[in-house]
């Protein structure tokens, strides 16, 4: 009888010291998981967020006890002049960031037929105009930097297409052909760019969907966690993924492949 040989597996590597990563929406939901998550794998980590303050600080403790800094960054991704300012202040400060996570994000559910302007415009600026006013600020230091990870938070919708959701579909479905023209630019420089597409995840985004009748839909058959959003993105950042760019990681359930 042959006696299998168990191959020694690799340590992981160390992580660089020093390493940093700027998350945007980082004091909810599946941001707020990303900054703990990165933390972990041994990224400082700039917390970005618009409104909620104790949640980012709450987010920042975390951070800390994992032994890494944290620094809030408030901004609202909208505004291309505080964007611009914040990320050239953290620059100054800190240095090229190694990990850039877009992934503030919201939705205004409605059908197209009764659509208000401000639903349109918020959920477009938001996701596709945070993309442009984050990523173009950073894109330059990065290069020369010649290393770094982009990864973009964007969702099944984009890919998909949803009913009610035409804004955020068109938001996350140019977010994720930005990203993989950006993959595409960038790749010569060994910086790459990724997508996650989460599909339907447990946060406040969510709540008060009828989940009940749209998880009929999710092969699993359950919402996914902020967890196994930030388990993704912590792969895209890591030393494995460093032959990996223009990809879009689904997490979805099976919702769709
Ligand atoms: P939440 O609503 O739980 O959290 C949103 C986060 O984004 C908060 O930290 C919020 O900050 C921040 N944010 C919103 N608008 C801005 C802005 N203009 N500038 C800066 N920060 C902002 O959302 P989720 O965690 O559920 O979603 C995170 C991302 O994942 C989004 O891009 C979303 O579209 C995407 N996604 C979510 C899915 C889900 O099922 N939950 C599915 C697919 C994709 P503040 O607290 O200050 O308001």
Known sequence: M???????????????????????????GIGAAIAQR?????FDVAIN???????????????????????LVP???????AAKAAIER?????????????NAGIARDGLLAWMADEEWDS?????????YNIVRPL???MLKARKGRIVTIASVSGQMGNPGQVNYSAAKGGLIAATKALAREIAKRGVTANVVAPGLIDTDMTKGLPLEQMLQAVPLGRL?????VAAAVSYLCSPDAGYVTGHVLAINGGLYT
């Not at 409104?51 to 980012?56: F, P, V």
């Not at 996914?224 to 196994?228: I, K, Q, R, S, Y």
Request: a negative charge.
């Open 2 to 28: 042959r006696i299998p040989v168990w191959l020694p597996i690799p340590a992981p590597a160390p992580s660089s010291p020093g390493m940093y990563a700027l998350v945007t929406g980082a004091s909810r």
């Open 38 to 42: 990165l933390a972990r794998d041994g």
């Open 49 to 71: 967020f618009r409104a909620s303050t104790e949640a980012a600080e709450a987010v920042a403790t975390a951070v800390r006890a994992a032994g890494r800094q944290a620094a």
């Open 75 to 81: 901004f609202d991704v909208t505004d291309r002049v």
């Open 90 to 102: 953290l620059l100054d400060e800190r240095g090229t960031p190694d990990a850039v996570i877009v």
């Open 123 to 131: 959920v477009i600026h938001t996701s596709l105009g945070g993309f």
């Open 139 to 141: 894109v330059g230091p």
């Open 224 to 228: 996914g966690t902020v967890a196994e």
